[in-house]
């Protein structure tokens, strides 16, 4: 039996999803928006869009345009995060929760992992002046070298937040990235093929 904490957070998913313009749009076109093909054409254009704004948003932007771009930009890293949340606690619970296929949801959530670094490489170019090395920051090149760096981790120190808005923007970016990191190694993983051992006591499922 789950407990309390598993039911408390399954119900939290349950509301958060409708949070999410994915599931917005699916529920306002129900036929076509329940598709696998409708999945896969939602992922890949959001994919587009991050490498968009990432390419176009700059410290130069209207104010107005740039909120409006990278506010959208949060909407879509919350509705990633709380889908594979949702993946990970909520759908299991349901009996009728199955994969269309296992290697589409890891390519998919390679995409959704690219999708989070181009959104953050934009809102590094817009924010770069709150940043140390503010002009590298505000590149093309600069915003995705730091948002790579950032997203693994790697921390070279050239490059570092200068205020609260900025150590804010990297902290989300963190602690969305190792999350994210987790998913895509785990399914990347469990595509591996399981190799038979010649020792007998290797290929007993206990092992």
């Known amino acids: 039996m789950d407990s309390f904490v598993i039911k408390w957070w399954v119900n939290v998913f ?23 093909a409708f999945v896969d054409a939602w992922v890949i254009s959001h994919f587009v869009v991050a490498v968009c704004a990432w390419l176009v948003i700059s410290r130069d932007s209207s104010l107005m345009i740039s909120w409006l771009v990278l506010g959208y ?41 690219g999708e989070v670094l181009f959104w953050f490489a934009a809102a590094y170019r817009r924010f770069a002046v709150h940043f140390s090395n503010s002009d590298i920051v505000g590149s093309v090149d600069g915003a995705l070298y730091y948002s790579v760096v950032t997203m693994t981790t790697v921390g070279y120190g050239d490059i570092t937040p200068s205020d ?44």
């Open 14 to 36: 349950g509301v958060l999803r409708w949070l999410s313009p994915f599931q917005l749009v699916r529920t306002a076109l129900p036929k076509a928006g329940k598709t696998y």
């Open 73 to 113: 930009g949060a909407v879509r890293v919350f509705d990633i995060v709380t889908y594979h949340l949702g993946v990970l606690f909520a759908h299991p619970t349901s009996a009728d929760f199955a994969l269309r296929s296992l290697r589409r949801s890891v390519v998919l959530a390679l995409h959704n992992y």
């Open 164 to 207: 609260a808005l900025s150590r804010w923007i990297a902290v989300m970016h963190i602690s969305v990235s190792l999350f994210l990191t987790l998913i895509v190694l785990g399914r990347l993983v469990s595509l591996l093929p399981k190799p038979k051992s010649l020792d007998p006591n290797e290929n007993n499922d206990a092992f």
